[in-house]
């Protein structure tokens, strides 16, 4: 489930983004309906809560107090006799209610169609607000639910009643009127610095308690309407198009996009109690760690004759106040999770193992083709037998489209026709609908030509996710008058003699003369939407972009997918599930590959018409400095339109090979990798060049990422050795130009001891994506030092010593990093559980423990000790509590322990402290202290080769709890090792202490 907030503004957002519409504009009205009707299908509720300042009933209250002392009171604007506005209004209040009254009537007109598309919606505003008399609104609220609350019966401060009408009877619980049982704060208005602050300001947002009980009325809503909870990672790969190959690589997710490994609750209760009871009271019957996971009000009377009375749970005290209560009282229902036992936890965190374990989550025919692919030997005759038929099948079919495919191309605009001329449209569009390709609409885009502004096309084969227009043409138009002058001084104004400029403009020539750009004659700059073209140098090459963001092109444009490509991370995917099957089988293949290029890949498809008139690229000529326009014929590279165009191709075309050819491969934008066994691999590459060929695409025959198939091969930058395949391990690393590259560039700021913070970032950038391939987080701590230099304003910045030391980390760990290497995906985990206390009042002790569980779910050992006095001094200078430290403490110390029995194996971690969890993850701790024990984590995880995790559990199931407070009396530590901890070994070298 996911939520979109939309406002005409972002200023009261608080850590949320808001999707910014004005209702009481026509454009962004009809963006919003457009919206709608897009996400038609995934929509469950929409609710709006129209400011009511011009409607208040507020208005009428006399102050004669305040009005005497000179303070400017607020006045009607409206009456039920005219609630679009008092007849003689004038100036800014005239153009108050002209502006509410076109809000008002955009949200009766957006309600109507979401009730046509069947979405439930709801409206919000005070009781007595005159916003209920619009003709609009009072039309349609004629129909549908109301109910009517105060807020103080659901958490606010104030007295303040609501009116809620709904289209559907969902929010019917909500109702109820102040009982009179608890204090409310006043309305009067406040003189502040010479102002009034009226109250009304802070009862604008919902009060914490109504958003918990609106939000699980829409849980259960939605779940009725077949939406699916997911409360583990295992249940939500399920449901979900999350990607979870990533962790293949050692990628280790931040934030709260994955559920836990174990789920939190071992079962759910109905809890029971009047409304006026605080929910810590209620809950306190429940074991420590149950929680409230929805809440919703009800009238007793409802309840008691609806439901079986022995269904809720509830102590003695108030099983007897319920019985006391009115029909009409107030009660309130929760769904109470009570956390798992220790042991029930354990058991469920050995079967869950490591994610990587799971993480290769192919669609089943993937599998299948990955399978064919490593059939026996004497089967390569088959699989090679369905491509040939395949290639001759199109082929002949090519053959006879062909008069059809050159009508198709002389019905074009000329420069869409001669852009197209050597595609086999027809033929393309014959096999996605043979093969059942979602995207059904895909060859005409192509035809027509793709659009870079406004909505693009929902396609089907990207997950949903809707990203709205900032502008509509005619606002960019508008914008165009003053961005345009900016943006041809900021051309001009480049150095128009360096390399960088020449290059650029002799690859400008070559696109004039192939058609894909063309000088424009641009009498009006202002007329038009403009782009900058400027090189950029990437190794050995200058590529040209087209910076279509600076005219505001790319903020035209309205997406309803989210664009995802097949990287890196699929590939890894592909060849784990290979390494495994081969090994569950005992057929051990040697496996080569190798990657196919398309040259100029964008440009070998055009835009469409409407955008090839509004769009022209400024461009410098070299030397002279003058400006030239180009307009556009062929994809910018640069248009965020030309970015999803694209990607629609080469999932197409991907498609094909997979389905029809029957090929393990992989598309990257314009790079298609493929794997193969060593006996097929002349097939396979035979049918991939026969298929580019078949239907018009340009691909590069020679150049280095060219070369043949080979065990050690090029890919995405990266280098994939295949060598020890039938060993069943892979390494996927950097090559050795880029590992050189790198350590050039961090000698040169070493020995300046100057950077500046746009270098730092770039820098930062590099050193990300360098540790995504490498083994090990050492250098997390070395990149964030790089990344906070990148944010200081100063032109350039002095090197400090601590910063010089980072630098020369990350040049060391450029040179002896080794690859990652990838194995079979069925490797047993380690599952240990650390937790860390610090108790007493005057005198604070602190203590560790952990235990630990083999593959097999036995306990092989466990650990619990106080920590060194001398430990605890050094931590309590700098903390009067530093649980945080100690939460982080006994994971080091676990690798000290049982080093030799977790190296080169997976292993999880279970802490209960997010705060410790979220520092491992990131490899940074958030105190020097902290930082000094992840760095050291992360160097002897590096040494022993593990492959960590680190997932959250719960207290009350925490079963390192006990151990770490000394008590070892727990069932499931009998018959286990308890081991001593190395305080020595921890105290060695620098952090030895006096």
Same mark, same amino acid.
């Given at each position: ?31 919003? @309906? ?7 299908? $995934?929509?469950?509720?929409? &609710? ?54 076109? #809000? ?118 939605? %779940? ?13 790969? !399920? ?79 108030? /099983? ?33 193992? &490591? ?41 002949? /079919? ?18 869409? @026709?001669?852009?197209? $001329? ?44 809707? %990203? ?34 020449? *290059?650029?403009? &002799? ?79 005992? %057929? ?6 190798? #990657? ?11 835009? &469409? ?52 050819? /029957? ?9 298609? #990798? ?16 026969? !298929? ?13 990422? @060219? ?37 050039? *560039? ?41 990344? @906070?230099?990148? #944010? ?51 005198? %604070? ?12 779910? $036995? ?35 676990? !690798? ?30 958030? *105190? ?67």
């Amino acid at each position: 489930m996911r939520v979109l907030a939309v406002d005409h503004s972002s200023k009261r957002a608080h850590g949320v983004h808001i999707a910014l519409f004005d209702l009481t504009c026509p454009e962004q009205v009809a963006q919003l @309906s457009a919206l709608v009707h897009e996400e038609r299908a $995934r929509l469950a509720w929409i &609710h709006f809560a129209p400011a009511c300042g011009t409607a208040s009933r507020a208005r009428e209250r006399p102050l004669p107090h305040l009005e005497a002392q000179g303070y400017p009171v607020a006045q009607p604007l409206r009456s039920p006799e005219f609630p679009l506005g008092l007849p003689n209004l004038q100036g800014v209040d005239k153009e108050r209610v002209a502006k509410a009254n076109k #809000t008002y009537e955009a949200t009766a007109n957006l309600c109507q169609q979401a009730i046509a598309l069947n979405i439930t919606c709801s409206l919000e505003n005070p009781v007595n607000s005159l916003f209920w008399c619009v003709p609009c609104i009072a039309q349609l609220v004629q129909t549908g639910h109301t109910c009517v609350f105060d807020n103080c019966m659901h958490g606010g401060a104030r007295k303040k009643t609501t009116r809620w009408w709904s289209s559907e009877p969902w929010f019917d619980s909500l109702q109820g009127l102040c009982d009179g049982k608890h204090q409310h704060k006043p309305w009067a208005p406040v003189q502040e610095a010479g102002r009034l602050r009226y109250p009304s300001a802070e009862e604008a947002a919902y009060p914490p308690l109504l958003c918990e009980r609106l939000a699980s009325i829409l849980v259960e809503q939605c %779940k009725a309407l077949g939406a699916v909870l997911s409360s583990d990672l295992s249940s939500q790969k !399920l449901h979900t198009s999350i990607n979870t190959h990533r962790f293949l690589l050692n990628m280790l997710p931040r934030g709260k996009q994955f559920k836990p490994l174990v789920s939190e609750f071992a079962s759910y209760v109905a809890l029971l109690h009047p409304s006026d009871v605080p929910l810590t009271t209620a809950i306190s019957m429940f074991p420590k760690g149950a929680r409230s996971t929805s809440r919703q009000v009800w009238e007793w009377g409802k309840i008691r004759a609806d439901c079986r009375f022995d269904s809720f749970s509830f102590s003695a005290e108030l /099983r007897e106040r319920l019985h006391s209560l009115e029909v009409s009282s107030k009660v309130e229902l929760h769904q109470v999770g009570i956390p798992r036992e220790p042991e029930d936890f354990v058991s469920r965190a050995t079967e869950c193992g &490591h994610p990587r374990s799971s993480a290769v989550h192919l669609s089943k025919e993937v599998v299948r083709v990955l399978e064919e692919n490593l059939c026996d030997n004497k089967c390569d005759s088959d699989l090679a037998a369905v491509r040939v038929g395949f290639i001759k099948k199109w082929t002949k /079919r090519a053959v006879e489209l062909k008069q059809q495919e050159a009508s198709l191309k002389d019905s074009m605009p000329e420069y869409l @026709s001669t852009l197209l $001329r050597p595609k086999k449209l027809l033929l393309l569009k014959e096999m996605l609908e043979e093969l059942e390709y979602p995207d059904a609409k895909l060859v005409d885009d192509i035809c027509k030509g793709f659009r870079l502004s406004g909505w693009l096309e929902t396609t089907g084969v990207f997950p949903p996710c809707v %990203k709205r227009p900032q502008y509509d043409l005619g606002t960019l138009l508008l914008l165009a008058k003053g961005l345009n002058k900016s943006i041809i001084s900021r051309v001009e104004s480049g150095d128009a003699s360096s390399d960088i400029a020449k *290059t650029t403009w &002799h690859q400008t020539l070559e696109e004039v003369e192939k058609g894909y750009v063309w000088f424009a004659e641009v009498p009006d700059p202002q007329s038009f939407v403009l782009a900058k073209r400027f090189g950029l140098q990437q190794a050995e090459k200058v590529r040209v972009i087209d910076d279509c963001t600076i005219g505001g092109l790319n903020k035209a444009i309205g997406l309803v997918e989210k664009y995802k490509i097949h990287s890196i991370e699929e590939i890894a995917a592909f060849l784990c599930w290979m390494l495994s099957f081969m090994g569950k089988t005992g %057929k051990h293949f040697p496996l080569i590959g190798r #990657t196919f290029d398309l040259k100029a890949a964008y440009k070998q498809f055009g835009i &469409h018409p409407d955008d090839r008139n509004l769009l022209r690229i400024v461009c410098q000529k070299p030397d002279s400095g003058e400006v030239a326009f180009l307009g556009v014929n062929a994809l910018p590279f640069g248009a965020v339109g030309s970015v999803g165009a694209f990607l629609r191709i080469s999932l197409a075309l991907w498609f094909i090979g997979m389905r029809g050819l /029957r090929l393990a491969w992989s598309a990257f934008f314009d790079d298609f #990798t493929v794997i193969s066994k060593r006996s097929l691999a002349v097939n396979a590459e035979q049918s991939v060049e026969a !298929l580019f060929d078949l239907l018009g695409m340009n691909f590069a025959r020679e150049g280095s990422i @060219s070369e043949g198939f080979s065990s050690v091969f090029k890919t995405l930058g990266l280098q994939i050795d295949l060598s020890s395949a039938k060993s069943g391990r892979v390494q996927l690393g950097h090559t050795e130009k880029r590992r050189k590259e790198l350590q050039e *560039t961090l000698s040169s700021f070493i020995d300046s001891g100057i950077i500046t913070p746009k270098q730092a970032e770039s820098l930062r950038g590099r050193m990300h994506w360098y540790e995504s391939f490498v083994f090990g987080r050492v250098a997390n701590q070395a990149v964030q030092t790089v990344g @906070s230099i990148s #944010t200081l304003e100063v032109g350039s910045h002095k090197l400090s010593i601590r910063e010089i030391d980072a630098l020369k980390l990350l040049r060391d760990r450029v040179l002896v990093s080794p690859p990652l290497t990838i194995a079979p995906s069925s490797l047993d985990a380690w599952v240990i559980f650390t937790d860390g206390a610090c108790e007493g009042a005057e005198k %604070k002790v602190g203590s560790i423990g952990g235990v630990n569980f083999d593959p097999a779910g $036995r306990c092989r050992g466990f650990f619990g000790a106080s920590v060194p006095e001398t430990y605890m001094q050094r931590l309590l200078k700098n903390s009067l509590n530093p649980i945080y430290e100690l939460e982080i403490l006994p994971v080091l110390m676990s !690798l000290f322990i049982w080093k030799s029995v977790i190296a080169r194996s997976q292993v999880v971690f279970y802490l209960d402290n997010d705060a410790a969890r979220s520092g491992l993850i990131k490899g940074a701790g958030a *105190t020097l202290e902290a930082s000094e024990l992840i760095r050291e984590f992360t160097c002897h995880e590096m040494q022993l080769q593990c492959m960590t995790w680190f997932a959250r559990v719960p207290t009350h199931s925490n079963v390192a709890d006990g151990p770490s407070r000394l008590d070892f009396r727990a069932r499931i530590l009998k018959g286990a090792v308890k081991e001593e901890i190395p305080w020595e070994d921890f105290f060695s070298g620098s952090r030895k202490l006096d």
